[in-house]
């Protein structure tokens, strides 16, 4: 199995057909979109997706609810909205949807309860919000936007983001709300294998990338030529201690400046050590290479070589390109343009 993985090649053909161009500095392994006037990028989560491992309606149900994701961005930013607004529209679907490791679908702590993490960044101004460890929050995102703009603050946590999330009217749910069969199975499947780690003494093998994946973010290019990135989660099935992973953390899972909106999914531990958004981010200011040469250099090559199938990101530029790399055998990502015209992957290869 090759370990050079990035982008998708759905991207990559309908890049081609769009004329989008390629710099000869650029590593040839990295695979972008096409460059948007104004639209938006979307990922739901980085892992071990495989085509064998996919059942045609499996797939069918992924693309289905990423289309209508995109197609829910496009909508507020062809009406007139910000940035903003197509990525809490965007991500709102995919939270709504059981397929996704965030809102509906999170996944089960250690203990069998949900623990949901998302933010919010808007590039021009730098204003954030984040929410960590709710519990009973429906659209997690739609809280993040609300600390952002009406709190003083930037991440809550816990009973103080739900009793700010009162305060501010949002939608609360019992928390049987987020139980789905499947995210039940994957939590026994991944507490079995800690019982066989525990034997031969291993105590990282049971926080497994396999059984998180489905992670949702998003990118957005709005009309007036601001970014915006937001990303939520139900982080890591089987975690414990009130883990918290990359997704809620401005500049490791999130990250927008004037000219650069990053969403990452994958092992949260390495992203937040590696501050990989803003790293991106900051290589292309810093040293003046593309959004793609960055994104190459923080997923391919740094986080490959400490720890390989660590995840990916999706990126855009104050040019409208676009960019998805990871480094794990799938990730589902796409892109909607001003047109309209929508462009969906799956696997590396
Ligand atoms: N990054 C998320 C976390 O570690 C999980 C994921 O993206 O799949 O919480």
Same mark, same amino acid.
């Given at each position: 199995m090759t370990r050079v993985r990035s982008g998708i090649s759905a991207i990559a053909l309908v890049a081609v057909a769009c004329g989008g161009s390629r710099a000869p500095a650029d590593p040839p392994a990295a695979i972008d979109g096409p460059r948007l006037q104004w639209g938006l990028v979307l990922h739901g989560g980085a892992g071990t997706i495989t085509r064998e491992s996919m059942t045609p309606e499996r797939e069918r149900a992924y693309r289905d609810v990423m289309t209508q994701a995109l197609r829910a961005g496009h909508a507020r930013l062809q009406a007139g909205g910000s940035s903003l607004d197509a990525v809490v529209a965007a991500i709102t679907i995919m939270e709504d949807s059981p397929l996704f490791n965030a809102g509906r679908g999170a996944v089960f702590t250690a203990e069998g309860t949900n623990s949901l993490d998302a933010s919010i960044m808007e590039g021009s101004t730098l204003r954030a919000g984040a929410v960590a460890g709710v519990g009973r929050v429906r659209n997690p995102i739609a809280l993040a936007r609300l600390v952002m703009e009406r709190s003083p603050h930037v991440m809550l946590s816990g009973a103080g983001a739900e009793e700010f999330a009162q305060l501010q009217g949002i939608e609360l749910v019992d928390?049987? =709300?987020? =139980?789905t069969e499947s995210r039940w199975r994957s939590l026994e499947r991944v507490q079995e294998q800690e019982r066989r780690a525990r034997e031969n003494a291993d105590t990282t093998s049971a926080l497994t990338v396999d059984e998180k994946f489905g992670t949702v973010g998003v990118v957005a290019l709005d009309r007036n030529g601001v970014i915006a990135a937001g990303t939520s989660t139900g982080g890591m099935t089987n975690k414990r201690w009130g883990r918290i992973g990359d997704s809620p953390i401005i500049g490791a899972g999130t990250y927008a400046g004037p000219s650069c909106g990053i969403s990452a999914t994958g092992w949260g531990e390495y992203f937040i050590r590696n501050v990989v958004a803003y790293d991106v981010c900051a290589r292309m200011e810093y040293r003046d290479v593309s959004l793609r040469e960055a994104a190459h250099q923080v997923i391919m090559v740094r986080l490959e070589s400490q720890e390989p199938e660590t995840g990916g990101i999706i990126g855009l530029d104050g040019e409208g390109n676009v960019v998805a790399v990871f480094n794990t055998s799938g990730m589902y990502h796409g892109w909607i343009d001003q047109d309209g015209s929508v462009g969906i992957g799956i696997y590396a290869e």
């Open positions: 928390p049987s =709300y987020f =139980y």
